[in-house]
């Protein structure tokens, strides 16, 4: 049985179209066609139904994927810890986080990853979609949330939290901020998220918790656009600590209420490195996550103490 050919059947079943297989393996689309219909014949089974707009697995088809996924998966896997024994980690691995957070924290790091794991090639799919870790192959995804959900595995890897912060121009040239509700008299820049826009949320150290109304005429959609406007002086902004822990560090921007904690909608965050499966996690996938793991909070805690 030819090996590739169970491959490109397992992508086929997952993408759901043999253009998009085609594309993403820089091969003809007919190319596609002739492999599946070779295997199709030496099974003596359809696989596949096809039509003008959609494939979709016969019964049969979807029987045989069953044993063919956890079949291709374990040789997978054999094949890269027998060359992490000898090479270290190696093989592609596919990695997702929002723009921002990967623009700003691991992007930084690529460098040394490459150092450390030359065997390993990294793709890094940069989106803020919610991606699908199985539909898009992905052996790590990063995201920010209180917590994590879905059928996944997850390990915490940078406590993540939120300042109102401006530059020192912008405080120096307005109404002077000396608590949460003088907001009011700012424009603030704010996230077009409707749980950032309309209130922030400030706990105080004895742990009460205050609602302030904000607003403000600049509303923007990107993490990374938001924080440049805040360097521009434009207003107050409410951020996280991995965005701005080089600019607090230097003096470009000021935390304008150090005694107070901000949120918009939970004062514990958190990055997680999440993945599909903890069986026969590859060693390319267990070197990843121990690198981020151990790097991210050492990036931010270093700045923070320059």
Partial sequence: ?????????????????????????????????????????????????????????????????????????????????????????????????????????????????????????????????????????????????????????????????????????????????KHPRDLAAHRCLLFSLPQYRGRWLFRQPKGTVEQVPVDGDIVISNALALFAATLQGLGPALLPDWLIHRELADGRLIDVFPDYEAAATDFSTAAWLLYPSRSQLPPKTRAAIDFFRARLPAAVRTSAEV
């Avoid at 059947?9 to 085609?22: C, E, K, L, N, P």
């Avoid at 219909?37 to 003008?52: D, I, N, V």
């Avoid at 994590?148 to 109404?175: F, K, M």
């Fill in 1 to 177: 049985m030819d090996l590739a050919a169970l491959s490109l059947f397992a992508d086929i079943s997952r993408r759901g179209s043999f253009a998009a297989v085609a594309r993403e393996r820089a091969i003809e689309p007919s190319s596609v066609s002739r492999a599946l219909a070779a295997l199709e014949a030496e099974l003596g089974f359809r696989l596949f139904q096809r039509s003008t707009r959609k494939v979709a697995l016969t019964e049969a088809g979807a029987a045989y994927l069953g044993r063919v996924e956890d079949l291709l998966a374990g040789l997978d896997a054999a094949r890269e810890e027998a060359l992490a024994v000898v090479e270290g980690p190696s093989g592609t691995l596919r990695m997702t986080a929002s723009v921002a957070f990967g623009a700003r924290m691991i992007v930084p790091m690529l460098a040394e990853f490459r150092d450390k794991y030359p065997g390993v090639k990294l793709e890094l799919l940069l989106t803020d979609d919610n991606v699908d870790l199985i539909t898009a192959r992905i052996d790590i995804a990063i995201r920010l949330a209180p917590s994590y959900r879905g059928d996944v595995v997850g390990v915490r890897a940078l406590e993540t939290r939120y300042r109102v912060c401006a530059t020192p121009a912008y405080l120096s040239a307005t109404a002077r901020l």
